[in-house]
């Protein structure tokens, strides 16, 4: 205690003032020039406000571009005149023309271009939506699996999927009303029987339908069931992937 006593009273308040100003000498020019040198502290840096750099991916969802740009004048959703007894609801797909027909009443339904089961897969009967379902996910049936054997087992819903951005299934069938990945097969004769719609197309027959409409599926030869159209509308955009999900690309032109 003596000691320490000794060695505290050696410091004069001169001495310690010098040691002051000495110090404050050396880390002035030292922080001037840290960051020059690679030395400045770390601190906290703000980053704009997503989720990239916490989850991987942005909270923003992307937007798909104008599918207009894509399709033919007379595949581009419609008001048409229309010529079949059906109740206001019904959706009535005209196979042979690739179209789909929601029925609006009065002589009217809202037409759509649609691609279509290719050959040996068309079919024709009546079904009623048993299910809707935003960004569904992809379970190849295992009949399609046989054929294509490299098809990935599921596909989480999203851009990437083939079912596009909504669907509506049919009756306890594998068969769908559903979006597409790749709006060039609208007007093909292209799938295993189900019937696709562009993104946009499909979302706006969707917030339409209601579960337990009624699905009426003509075959090839059937007579045309409806005449001239109104001016062609602008669409909006359809959002693309809600935050959150991420999905495996496969293009529909991969799919049976």
Sequence with gaps: MTKFSAVRRSFSPRVATACAFA?????????????????ASMQPQAYPQDQTYSQGYTSEAP???????????????????????????????????????????????????????????????????????????????AEMIARQPYLPRFVAGGPGNPLGARAMYLGSSEYRIHGTNDPTTIGKFVSSGCIRLTNEDVTDLFNRVSVGAKVVVLPKNAPVVARGGDPVRKRPAVTALPSGRQALNVPASTVD
Excluded: C
């Design 63 to 141: 937007q798909a571009a104008d599918e207009d740009a894509v399709l033919p004048d007379r595949l581009r959703r419609q008001v048409v005149s229309f010529d079949r007894n059906e109740p206001a609801g019904t959706i009535v797909i005209d196979t042979a023309n690739t179209y789909l027909y929601y029925v609006l009443g009065n002589g009217r339904a809202m037409r759509y271009g649609v691609g279509v089961g290719r050959e040996g897969f068309t079919w024709s009967g009546v079904q009623s939506i048993s299910r809707k379902a935003e960004w569904p996910d992809w379970h190849p049936p």
């Design 23 to 39: 110090t404050a000498l050396l880390t002035v020019p030292f922080a001037a020039h840290a960051q020059t040198f690679g030395y």
